[in-house]
């Protein structure tokens, strides 16, 4: 079973590296090489003049705009086989391809050579994700035609990033359900936007395979190898790459906003493995709630079972960890510990949370990017390849959590924000000038960030909890199950980086003094909409999909038709306070983590933001 899924791995593999090698043969004849193209070519070209007269075309139009696909950062060294293939190519081209084709008869018979190939592609169903049609789902969605065109009715664009950190074992089944989504959305209607971070395995050629592959199918795209940001991994600092890479990813979607008036509706991360379906039920969840963001739920192998695994950077609506639960859990076990969160789940219904990464997630970037927020990870740490002090930090400093964190905490202060300056502003229209005055949250256009007093009375007093040795071998022993050689510094799922679940449940809420309390709480601000929808399962190599599908979902015979299925009635504010679960030094991926309950005062954050 296992050498036949192989051998067809690898006859998919070579079958794919044919298509990429004949692509570039024949779609773009004169395709020239990386390094002879000018840098020029790589940037997303300014609309002129006349284009911006006429509203022209905004379409991703990859035939009429080669900018649309290009590849920065190839690694371009000879290696041991360059010759050899270099001679394969040439050898093929000239003896089998070019005596063919100097007729237009010819070229017909190429024509429908790629668009077989394109159609065969279009099949292209990855190893994990051509299970995707037979797994359980609670509402019947892989049973019901569904080709979701309501994505796409009125010309909505969608953003695909990845940020591939030596992980290989994920690439030929994301770029699978990429071709799917494609499928679906329409090749014209995606932008994918690959960052390889100093990857040491396969990667690189890959990445060779997907441009082929998107190339083929007309996908507008950009790949992109970066070095890391320090080259010691001991005297890097996590939180600041994850940002670091994030913002890289995103730096497509913002140029062809500034420059080609193009604006994307939705962001998909892709990360691990999530099957095509649930991804585009996850969009439609989004869309129906409005929502800045709406993650899926990540689900690893771990000792013969499967546990939730996204622990680092989850939070619920009470600021709580979610639970390490196995997929398996009763409703007293399951991963949100919030009542509503944990009934919601319990249904199979999108659920509320103050925070969410948990593997592929869609965010909106019209209540995020498009308005400036960028991810960001926290400045007070330590960098102990410089052998200084452990810098002073306040009980109440920021906490220095991971990037998605904070990408949280911003977008529910600048929800709030917003909001407020829109209240203001319909006050004044209304002539109510003073009430704006009255208001307890003032609001100024620029921003300017100082330090808040520790002696701040308003400022919640934080608690340190000691640290707990992170159990490395866990991770070890997943990857191993999962028949992937391990890799010191691999994606193996986004609980890699987690605390071990021991350390989380003593932590008490903070005990709240009234008296003390002159700010306005967060439940009057208006809430940002981050929901994780129980439905999108992510999930990683080895782990069994139909098993995990059977202990998520039963036998996923409910109704179909259940009220309020996809939409929140009730938006809830931020915890007052949430368990901040930080790195205070250097050292890569798995140092140490220290954990404690923080107050969050959006009124405080805005505050900051105003003087
Ligand atoms: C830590 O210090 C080393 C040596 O000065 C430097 O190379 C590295 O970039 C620093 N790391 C961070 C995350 O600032």
């Known amino acids: 079973m296992v050498v036949s899924l192989r051998r067809r791995s690898l006859s998919r593999l070579v079958f794919l590296a044919c298509c990429a090698v004949f692509a570039r043969l024949v779609l773009y004849p004169a395709f020239v090489p990386a390094t002879t193209r000018s840098s020029n070519d790589y940037q997303i070209e300014e609309q002129n003049f006349i284009e911006r007269a006429t509203r022209a075309d905004k379409s991703l139009n990859v035939q009429k705009y080669r900018f649309l696909q290009s590849r920065l950062g190839r690694d371009e060294r000879d290696d041991m086989m360059s010759d050899v293939v270099r001679n394969g190519i040439n050898d093929y081209w000239e003896r089998f391809q070019m005596p063919y084709m100097v007729s237009r008869e010819s070229s017909s ?41 309501d994505l796409v009715k009125d010309g909505q664009l969608y953003y695909i990033a990845i940020v591939i950190h030596s992980a290989d074992h994920f690439l030929v089944d994301q770029l699978a359900v990429i071709v799917q989504l494609a499928k679906r959305l329409g090749p014209n209607n995606i932008f994918v936007s690959m960052l390889d971070y100093e990857s040491t395995d396969s990667t690189e050629t890959l990445t060779d395979l997907c441009e082929g592959v998107l190339i083929l199918l007309g996908v507008p795209f950009r790949i992109r190898r970066v070095p890391a940001m320090t080259e010691d991994p001991a005297a890097a600092y996590y939180p600041l790459e994850e940002a670091h890479m994030r913002n890289l990813a995103l730096e497509p979607l913002r140029e062809l906003q500034s420059k080609r008036d193009i604006d994307f509706h939705r962001v998909i991360w892709l990360k691990g493995f999530t099957c095509p379906t649930d991804i585009l039920e996850t969009i439609r969840v989004s869309y129906a709630n409005e929502a800045a963001m709406v993650c899926g739920m990540d689900w690893a192998e771990h000792n013969g079972f499967f546990i939730f695994s996204d622990r680092w950077r989850t939070r619920d609506i009470e600021g709580d960890q979610f639970r390490q639960s196995k997929s398996s859990s009763k409703s007293d076990a399951v991963p949100p510990r919030d009542a509503n969160g944990a009934a919601r789940y319990a249904q199979h219904l999108p659920f509320q949370a103050f925070c969410c990464e948990a593997g592929t997630h869609v965010v909106d970037p019209a209540q995020s990017y498009y308005k400036g927020i960028q991810y960001r990870a926290g400045t007070g740490y330590q960098n102990l390849s410089r052998a200084e002090s452990l810098p002073v930090r306040d009980a109440d400093a920021p906490c220095l959590d991971s990037s998605q964190a904070y990408f949280c905490r911003d977008l529910w202060v600048r929800t709030a924000r917003d909001a407020v300056a829109a209240m203001d502003l319909e006050h004044d229209v209304a002539g109510e000038g003073k009430m704006r005055a009255k208001r307890a949250v003032a609001y100024e256009p620029q921003e300017g960030i100082i330090e808040v007093a520790a002696s701040d009375p308003l400022m919640l007093v934080a608690r340190e909890e000691p640290a707990k040795p992170a159990k490395a071998d866990d991770d070890v022993d997943r990857r191993q199950a999962g028949g992937v050689a391990p890799d010191p510094d691999a994606n193996a799922g986004s609980d890699y980086d987690a605390m071990p679940e021991e350390d989380t449940d003593e932590i008490a809420p903070l005990p709240v003094d009234d008296d003390d309390r002159m700010s306005i709480p967060n439940s009057v601000f208006t809430p940002a909409r981050i929901l994780v929808n129980p439905r999108c399962p992510t999930t990683y190599a080895g782990v069994s999909h139909t098993q995990l599908a059977r202990d998520l979902f039963g036998d996923g015979d409910e109704e179909e038709t259940r009220v309020g299925k996809y939409v929140l009635d009730d938006w809830e504010g931020a ?22 309950r923080m107050g969050f005062s959006i009124h405080e954050e805005l505050q900051r933001l105003v003087v």
Not at 129 to 135: F, M
Not at 575 to 588: A, D, K, L, V, W
Request: charged fraction near 25%; hydrophobic fraction near 30%.
């Open 109 to 149: 018979m190429d024509a429908q050579h790629v668009l077989n190939s394109i159609d065969q592609l279009l099949s292209l169903n990855g190893w994990v994700a051509a299970l995707c049609p037979t797994l359980t789902r609670p509402f019947g969605q892989n049973r019901r035609e569904d080709n979701y065109d």
């Open 575 to 596: 915890p007052e306070s949430f368990i901040c679960q930080e790195q205070r030094t250097t050292g890569g991926r798995k140092a140490p983590k220290t954990q404690r």
